[in-house]
């Protein structure tokens, strides 16, 4: 069966993106995982840091063992100190750039208690305050004295920033990459008879890749497809000027990688997707080289090396409070890894290199 993206597939995003998994807290977004996928695979297991490893098995003995990866943690922040009377010290988890931080409404712990990063309002400022950032340091999230003591340290924060559908867009916390788990669940519940699926929702991606490196090892594939969110940097230059350096844009479907800082794609695996991509007449783009990473980058050197690649969904504003990306491009994605899986056969790791 073909997977589509329907109202149904549109609610458990809503759901997976208003959970918080804040690195190295993920139970959230595992438990909507486990809740989905249980019923239909055919081992599942929670290992020792948390990643959900599944398997479909395909109906042939020998069948190719295909790892489908996506992350399910999210950038954040982590309570550090009490500073009494409901404000917090806290520090970063994940790449966020600290001037990101300033006047956001977030959700602290499992209870999702609000709080809000304060700083002085223009009232207050003087011209020279107003020309300078504001460091970590000098942050602090205020929750007021009633959740005083319903806050500990090491509670996560995320941002505070609830599911909206905006026409064709989708505006979010965490669409890095709770887009990427949506999918990995629709292939898991459609997954192609001839292959051994083996699924890892994995976690801690925006530390380091930790999860994924113990799950490649733990399932020992063929071969790995990660799903992933990428930035977009597609608008145009602030001075006015066309901006001539876009990496991915919205719209045009999912980005493929040649190459980023951590893995370079198997050549293999990077013309296959291709080819299916035109043969189906679905739309792609490839990512362009540059920095960041994904899961492929621990998985391609596990055991004896995992041929990888990995096929993001462009979103704008990643690792913000909010971003932005299209439908369209998701239902692209979708579609391709699935039509991908259908035609992949042993015989692409045997293909002259
Ligand atoms: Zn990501």
Redesign the pocket.
């Known amino acids: 069966m073909t997977p589509t993206i329907g109202a149904a597939q549109i609610r458990l995003l809503e759901r997976l993106c208003n959970a918080c998994a804040v690195s190295g807290d993920e139970g959230e977004v595992r438990k909507i995982v486990l809740e989905q996928i249980r019923p239909i695979v055919d081992e599942v297991r929670v290992d020792a840091l948390g990643n959900v490893l599944a398997i479909r098995r395909g109906q042939a003995e020998g069948a190719l063992r295909v790892m489908l990866a996506a992350?399910m943690d999210e950038v954040g922040m982590m309570i550090v100190q009490d500073d009494e009377e409901g404000y917090f010290r806290f520090e970063t988890i994940g790449g966020i750039d600290a001037r990101q931080l300033v006047g956001k409404a977030v959700w602290i712990g499992s209870d999702h208690i609000p709080g809000v990063i304060g700083t002085k309002p223009v009232h207050l400022t003087t011209p020279e305050e107003r020309n300078h950032t504001i460091s970590l340091e000098n942050l602090r999230i205020d929750s007021g004295p009633v959740n005083k003591n319903k806050i500990k340290a090491g509670d996560r924060v995320a941002f505070g920033t609830t599911f909206r559908r905006i026409g064709p867009s989708l505006r979010a916390k965490a669409l890095?990459?709770r887009l990427?788990v949506a999918t990995l669940i629709e292939l898991v519940k459609n997954a192609p008879p001839d292959i051994d699926l083996l699924a890892a929702f994995t976690v801690q991606?925006?530390v380091g890749l930790r999860g994924a490196r113990v799950a490649a090892y733990a399932l020992n594939p063929d071969l790995a497809i990660v799903l992933?969110?990428t930035p977009a940097n597609d608008l145009p230059a602030w001075d006015g000027s066309e901006n001539a350096r876009y990496n991915t844009r919205l719209g045009l479907g999912p980005a493929i990688y040649l190459a980023d800082g951590s893995t370079l794609s198997d050549p293999r695996l990077v013309r296959f997707l291709i080819d299916t991509a035109e043969s189906a007449g679905i739309r792609y783009q490839i990512r362009q080289p540059g920095g960041g990473g994904?899961d492929a980058g621990a998985i391609h050197k596990q055991r004896t090396g995992i041929p990888s690649v990995s096929l993001s969904v462009p979103g704008r504003y990643?690792h913000t409070a909010v971003s932005l990306a299209r439908l369209s491009d998701w239902k692209a994605a979708l579609a391709l890894v699935h039509t991908a899986l259908c035609q992949i056969t042993p015989l692409i790791l045997s293909a002259d290199r």
């Open positions: 992350h890095d990459n990427g991606e925006e992933d969110s994904t990643l």
